[in-house]
């Protein structure tokens, strides 16, 4: 994980370098392997960095090798090694082993939104064109990596946190009382919006454009990649194969997404809740390494909600190096305090709890971590969504009183025991 941040207009000078750095600072969390800052008389970018490729030379802001283009970049684009390769093919030499280099070097070969096609990974990137001058802020197609961004006066502020924006002395935002309401329906502030007006979440699977030519700023915003395309064009290519066939096909790509994303010149280890997904992921992660890999699990002092003993089971079975904290509720209240700092604005979901938690348990072992996020959206969720409309069907006939009842019986249940005893069922 790094950070990135910036703003125009921004002069080259003593002064707008020192806003550069307390932006960047306020990152230090995200990237506390180094930091840098770039400007010129049109745009300042400020980066924070957690190294993962070429520990040496990856630094942040970079140039191309043509002076053109300038990053600073969030993320990991897992094949740009195989992209690499494909441009080397092209006649380009190059001067580091980082992705951020090839991410550079292919804006440049086949242009900005072209390249982005080739890339998978997760990644927030500001890309400024120097010959354009045009700025460019990207997200990756899922929204993995976070990017806010809006105008305070006259000023273009951006960066991975809020934090980091509040740290120009043009921020004036105020709380958006639309935002509000959303938080409340929700519990959590959707995107495009953020807690404070004026200040956007860049959309997952977009891009905006700040032309600055002549003088004036144009802002141009596109979607170049749509998960609803994708499903829709699926239908005219429909998988005609059989149930083994696609056994076969999705070890096969899972078996390669979790190679790419195993790669890294750091230490890597994977969060282990002894669940389908994650336990898939360090099965797959364990059959392509010699050495046993680091595993990490938080557990309870709560049996209802404790899978501790159930990961000990996976990862010995497995053979992984297992590492297991279990915390009580005094400990998870003492994390509370801490949430608004990390969230920056309200965030309603309990698993932020557990989620930094297990970090900070990682982080003493391994720079990265591999998790099982995504599964259940992937795979359908667990089983009592499929469960869900099926007792609600037959229950929406019986009196209230009855399914009052019947709904304090079902809340009584606690999450682990509802879906163990529904999978057996099913």
Not at 366 to 384: A, I, T
Request: proline letters at 4%; charged letters at 20%.
């Amino acid at each position: 994980m790094c950070g990135i941040s910036g703003f125009f207009p921004c002069a080259n000078n003593d002064y707008n370098l020192s806003i550069l750095k307390s932006m960047s600072d306020s990152l230090t969390h995200r990237g506390p392997d180094g930091d840098g800052v770039w400007c010129d008389n049109n745009i300042g970018l400020s980066h924070r960095r957690l190294s993962i490729f070429d520990l040496i030379l990856g630094e942040q802001p970079m140039l191309s090798r043509s002076k053109r283009f300038v990053i600073s970049y969030n993320g990991e684009v897992y094949n740009f090694k195989e992209i690499r390769k494909d441009l080397v093919k092209c006649g380009l030499n190059f001067r580091t082993d980082s992705d951020t280099e090839v991410i550079l070097e292919a804006f440049e070969y086949w242009g900005l939104e072209k390249a982005l096609t080739f890339f998978h990974g997760m990644f927030a990137i500001a890309v400024w064109d120097s010959q354009e001058k045009i700025l460019t802020l990207v997200r990756d197609r899922m929204g993995e990596k976070p990017l806010y961004y809006g105008w305070q006066g006259e000023v273009l502020i951006f960066g991975s946190e809020l934090k980091s924006l509040k740290c120009h002395p043009n921020w004036s935002a105020k709380i958006d009382r639309n935002a509000l309401s959303q938080l409340l329906k929700y519990n959590y502030i959707p995107t495009p919006l953020t807690i404070f007006s004026g200040i956007n979440k860049l959309e997952p699977g977009h891009l905006v454009h700040f032309d600055l030519k002549n003088g004036k700023c144009k802002q141009l915003k596109k979607c170049w990649w749509s998960y609803q395309s994708t499903i829709e064009s699926t239908k005219n290519n429909a998988y005609l194969g059989s149930m083994n066939d696609a056994t076969e096909d999705l070890n096969f790509i899972l078996q390669e997404v979790i190679n790419e994303q195993s790669k890294a010149d750091v230490s890597v280890g994977a969060f282990l809740s002894g669940g389908v997904d994650s336990s898939l992921i360090v099965a797959l992660m364990q059959s392509q390494s010699n050495l046993p890999i680091n595993t990490f699990t938080i557990g309870y002092d709560n049996k209802d909600y404790d899978e501790s003993s159930q990961a000990r089971i996976i990862s010995k079975y497995l053979g992984t190096n297992h590492t297991d904290l279990i915390v009580t509720s005094n400990d998870a209240l003492r994390i509370i305090p801490n949430l608004g700092y990390v969230f920056d604005e309200p965030f309603a979901d309990a698993s932020q709890i557990p989620t930094l938690l297990i970090s900070s348990l990682a982080k003493s072992n391994v720079k990265v971590s591999l998790s099982g996020d995504g599964g259940d959206e992937v795979f359908g969720g667990y089983n009592r969504y499929y469960w869900g409309p099926f007792i609600y069907k037959y229950m929406r006939f019986a009196p209230l009183n009855i399914r009052k009842i019947f709904s304090y019986i079902l809340n009584a249940i606690s999450p682990t025991r509802w879906d163990s005893c529904f999978s057996m069922v099913s």
